[in-house]
């Protein structure tokens, strides 16, 4: 028997990216849960974020945080030791950081915005009830969004000033990762890296005789897909597929979550 493993984006492909709801995709979770499949969770959101959709739909994967800001393995749960450097434990998990600390990214921001007098807020400029009110999410959740480990997500800046800010951001080492409605700022994330490291601890445990399948819907999912057997690619909001660059890549009709519950479907008719 060939083992299966599918990584999934969340916003857009998991979840509706506008109201944060699964609309049908958490039950199929159990489903997974029952043929042995593992779920990965590869996400822009913080640990926060993707904690509470763990206990939500009961997972409990290893998944990948802010954009390969850190990948997150429970403790036990493959069945040998792995000696690669982890870069710090926390109860019950060990953590293996590729990215630069939200506040050595931060610094570098607020350098930007006094030396260079570009205006722009991020969600550490705000306080939790502000914003609450820009992003539409709930106090506990906006708490969550702003738990940033590994960059930070810039949520207001002026459309003319985005193209001196990425140039000026990029000279200082700084990366610009898109994404649905914002973008991170970072230095070091690599959802890639990331993604390859786990598929290397997936193969040992499996000896080899594992598929990899993944589920996205931007650009930003392209470190992710490229690793994959079989990459899937699910519908925007517009009915469209982002424009990306993966090889053999399969476009999934759907919009979000539905085109999610159909990736789904066609992974559990797959041998």
Same mark, same amino acid.
């Given at each position: 028997m060939t083992y299966k493993v599918i990584f999934t984006d969340i916003d857009g492909t998991l979840i509706d990216i506008?109201? %944060? /709801?699964?609309? !049908?995709?958490?039950?199929?979770? =159990? @489903?997974?849960?029952?043929?042995?499949?593992?779920?990965?969770?590869? *996400?822009?959101?913080?640990?926060?974020?993707?904690?509470?959709?763990? /206990?939500?739909?009961?997972?409990?994967? =290893?998944? @990948?945080?802010?954009?390969?800001?850190?990948?997150? #393995? =429970? $403790?036990?749960?493959?069945?040998? =030791?792995?000696?690669?450097?982890? *870069?710090?434990?926390?109860?019950?998990?060990? #953590? #293996? $950081?590729?990215?630069?600390p939200a506040i050595k990214v931060r610094k570098k921001l607020d +350098?930007?915005?006094?030396?260079?007098?570009?205006?722009?807020?991020?969600?550490?400029?705000?306080?939790?009830? $502000?914003?609450a009110k820009m992003t539409g999410l709930s106090i506990e959740d906006a708490r969550r969004m702003a738990q940033? $480990?590994?960059? /930070?997500?810039? @949520? +207001?800046?002026?459309k003319d000033d985005m193209v001196r800010f990425i140039k000026i951001a990029y000279g200082m080492g700084l990366k610009l990762i898109p994404g649905g409605r914002f973008f991170d700022m970072t230095a070091g994330n690599d959802k890639g890296k990331a993604v390859e490291i786990l598929i290397n601890l997936f193969r040992k445990e499996y000896h080899n005789d594992v598929k990899f399948f993944g589920v !996205?819907?931007?650009?930003?999912?392209? *470190? &992710?897909?490229?690793? &994959?057997?079989?990459?899937?690619?699910?519908?925007?909001p517009d009915n469209s597929w982002s424009n990306i660059e993966v090889k053999d890549i399969i476009k999934v009709q759907g919009? %979000?979550?539905d085109g999610w519950k159909n990736a789904f479907n066609r992974i559990m008719k797959l041998d």
């Open positions: 506008n109201t %944060g /709801e699964y609309r !049908g995709t958490k039950k199929l979770i =159990p @489903i997974l849960k029952k043929n042995n499949i593992p779920l990965i969770l590869c *996400s822009a959101k913080t640990c926060s974020e993707q904690n509470k959709i763990r /206990e939500d739909t009961g997972l409990n994967e =290893p998944f @990948i945080v802010e954009n390969g800001g850190a990948l997150i #393995i =429970p $403790e036990g749960y493959f069945n040998f =030791p792995f000696n690669m450097p982890v *870069s710090k434990a926390k109860k019950g998990y060990s #953590i #293996i $950081e590729l990215g630069k +350098k930007i915005r006094k030396k260079f007098k570009i205006d722009f807020l991020g969600v550490s400029d705000v306080s939790l009830n $502000e914003l940033r $480990e590994y960059g /930070e997500t810039i @949520i +207001k800046i002026r !996205g819907d931007s650009e930003n999912d392209a *470190s &992710m897909l490229n690793h &994959m057997d079989i990459p899937m690619l699910v519908q925007r919009i %979000g979550p």
